[in-house]
Nanobody, 126 residues
Framework: QVQLVESGGGLVQAGGSLRLSCAAS????????MGWFRQAPGKEREFVAS????????SYADSVKGRFTISRDNAKNTVYLQMNSLKPDDTAVYYC???????????????????WGKGTLVTVSS
């Protein structure tokens, strides 16, 4: 059983920054490939960013590329999402998730995750 707890959400003005954190349980965190997803009101949950277990590979949705950075600290069992140049369209609940696959892949989907956090709300005002 893996528990994921997100934090760091809040209200920010357009152009501002936030850093989300996701603390994970488990003694083998460095083997977990991790992702961030988000769900805006009335929309489906969508992929935002992912990172391999050793941090050597990362991928991003086109909508956040160049603005968001995913990273991890395996000594702290934590994955981060640094969000810069935020836009009102970034408003959503952000979820941390663990990939069920053993091998890091370039395609990430909601159905491919086996554990989820409860989410943290990010609101970007215009």
């Amino acid at each position: 059983q893996v528990q994921l707890v997100e934090s760091g959400g809040g209200l920010v003005q357009a152009g501002g920054s936030l850093r989300l954190s996701c603390a994970a349980s488990g003694r083998t965190f460095s083997s977990y490939h991790m992702g961030w997803f988000r769900q805006a009101p009335g929309k489906e949950r969508e992929f935002v960013a992912s990172i391999s277990g050793n941090g050597g590979s990362r991928s991003y949705a086109d909508s956040v590329k160049g603005r968001f950075t995913i990273s991890r600290d395996n000594a702290k069992n934590t994955v981060y999402l640094q969000m810069n140049s935020l836009k009102p369209d970034d408003t959503a609940v952000y979820y941390c998730a663990k990939d069920r696959r053993f091998t890091y892949g370039s395609s990430w989907s909601v159905g491919g995750m086996d554990y989820w956090g409860k989410g943290t709300l990010v609101t970007v005002s215009s």
